[in-house]
């Protein structure tokens, strides 16, 4: 996984910020109660979480790209449940995963 290309290095962590900063702003539209607009978000972050795990090279046998599918399925649940439930708290959390895997992976990758 680290060590796919500088280009491709970068493009995953445009992907989290952008994964995290949809879901921040679902945060918000769960605040302003426009369940639409959350919902939207927590879709717009879920289709990233679901892109970034169809790039996990499975076949390779490593234990990062096991462990990276077995968290992205993980947060593709939680948000879905997330949303359901109309549940800010949930979003932190995959927020907070979020932000974990893209520090790791500016870290492997600086």
Known sequence: MPG????TDKIIIILY????????QAIRDLDDDNLP???????NAQDIVMELNSSVDL????NV??????IYNFLSRHLTRANT???????REAIALLEDLNLSW?????
């Open 65 to 70: 790209a096991t462990n990276l599918h077995r």
């Open 106 to 110: 500016k870290t492997a990758t600086g």
């Open 4 to 7: 796919l290309g500088v280009h």
């Open 59 to 62: 076949d390779g046998g490593s």
């Open 17 to 24: 910020d952008k994964a995290i900063a949809y879901l921040n």
């Open 37 to 43: 607009a959350a919902g939207g978000n927590v879709k």
């Open 85 to 91: 439930e109309h549940n800010p708290q949930m979003l």
